[in-house]
């Protein structure tokens, strides 16, 4: 998939705004004057490279040359990976969109992630599902959490404790990840609201 930088999502998403506020597309100078691009070859580099991805085709020649394609992606990001075995560096980077609501899982801000591994197979949870995440800094007792223990993150079932806190597989092969005098705010970034499988 041919997934846009973010300057390039930017420039994208002012090219739509534009064309829905006045009917047509900006030109090649508003677009750098909107981004303080002082040269008009470094916007074409960008026009060029979102017509090479298929969001638009370039006419030259033509002052408001830019024809939309198609807008920007939909639905929930899916981004990098979480382990479900031992803990894996996240990807903070999107990879693919799953083409569903969010509203479906109660929540906008979510995001999904590829399961790798077999520790949470107890829960239903298998190698290579889909796991969606709803953003939040806390979690209640026996919630699934997406987990971040130092720069890489897990996904485990979450128990506190009165001498810290306690990552549980759902697989005996596994041990529990025991982290001591650490608080909430530094550890979970979202809880399981959802999961989608391939048949």
Known sequence: MNLLTEHQRKIMVFILKHHELYGFPPTIREIASEFHLKSPRTVSDYLLALQRKGHIKVHTG???????????????????????????????NVEDFLNINPRLFTTESCFAVRVKGDSM????????????????????NGQIVAALIGDEVTIKRYKYTERGVLLLPENPAYEPIYLVDIGQERLIFGILVGLLRKI
């Open 62 to 92: 033509k002052k408001r040359g830019i024809e939309i394609l198609k807008g920007l992606p939909t639905g929930i990001p899916i981004v990098g990976r979480i382990a479900a075995g031992s803990p894996i560096i996240a990807e903070e």
């Open 121 to 140: 197979t107890g829960a239903g949870i298998l190698d290579g599902d889909c796991v969606i995440i709803k953003k939040q800094e806390h979690a209640e």
